[in-house]
């Protein structure tokens, strides 16, 4: 298992560079509330918004530069999303080791630690680790040159499927591709049937929802109905899978999907993420 960790400030500097905006990094303190200039708080405000709107046209042409890797290799690539403790890690431990004729690779994404790869290194499956802890605290998701700056890491002439766990979180994670052919999303039975109307985001943007631990639907008071159709109000007609990692009900599934991938994908049936 190979661990890498990336700092956000880091990052941010690797990702001008790659586009030509930076050849180093200079920068100056300012005071924590400089005054505006009378009538510049629109300006402000306006300027706030084309710094985000530039960073994640920066982040797709990064990510675009990532899929170009992958299809050079013919590796079909799966953006893996959920909320923490959603059950991403057990779903693989079910998968990753039943694919027929498919050979899969994992990146796992994490703030901090490794504990999620060792238990998928077990199953003799290549994983890297990449953690976003050094800096702020820990970046809550992973964008794409994060995930550029494990390429090299990555054994892609080795693999049909690379797996890609992106860091729990509903938020942050739909908002930055990083390259993938599709997106995954794990959504548990115990966090609630009103998630997909909540973060809509996350739920719009996956190709495949997996409604994960049915197991537990007699002990909890979960309406599947109401989820289903709150999912069909986001993304209609989004492919669902209902199953459960800790019994292996519907993995079968799951793992005929994943089977399937790269063929579609070297035959050019991609999903483009639409944010």
Not at 77 to 100: C, D, F, H, Q, Y
Not at 178 to 188: H, I, L, Q, Y
Not at 218 to 225: G, I, S
Request: with cysteine; charged share 25%; net charge negative.
């Amino acid at each position: 298992m190979k661990e890498i960790r990336i700092g956000p400030f880091a990052q941010l500097v690797a990702m001008l560079a790659f586009l030509g905006l930076v050849g180093g990094a200079v920068y100056t303190q300012l005071p924590e509330n400089p005054p505006l200039p009378e009538g510049q708080g629109d300006v402000m405000h306006r300027t706030r918004i084309r710094v985000v709107e530039d960073a994640l046209d920066a982040n797709n042409t990064i990510a675009r530069a990532n899929r170009a890797d992958f299809d050079r290799a013919g590796v079909a690539v799966v953006n893996l999303m959920s909320a923490p403790g959603a059950g991403k890690t057990s779903i693989l431990e079910r998968v990753v080791s039943s694919l027929s004729g498919v050979s899969v690779g994992v990146l796992e994404g994490d703030v901090q630690g490794s504990l999620d790869a060792e238990r998928l290194a077990g199953l003799h499956v290549p994983v890297t680790q990449l953690n976003t802890d050094p800096g702020f605290g820990g970046e809550c998701h992973l964008d794409a040159n994060m995930v550029r700056s494990a390429l090299e890491q990555l054994p892609l002439e080795q693999i049909d499927l690379l797996i890609i766990e992106n860091v729990g979180n509903l938020v942050c994670p739909a908002e930055f591709s990083v390259g993938e052919d599709v997106r995954v999303m794990v959504s548990s039975v115990t966090e609630g049937e009103d998630k997909p109307l909540k973060y809509p985001l996350m739920f719009r943007t996956a190709e495949l929802v997996l409604v994960n631990k049915v197991d537990l639907l007699p002990h909890l008071e979960f309406d599947l109905e109401r989820f289903l159709y709150n999912l069909d109000q986001v993304n209609p007609g989004v492919e669902r899978m209902l199953l459960s990692a800790r019994t292996g009900e519907g993995t079968g599934a799951l793992c005929e999907w994943l089977t399937r991938l790269p063929a579609r994908v070297s035959g050019g049936e991609r999903e483009e993420v639409a944010m």
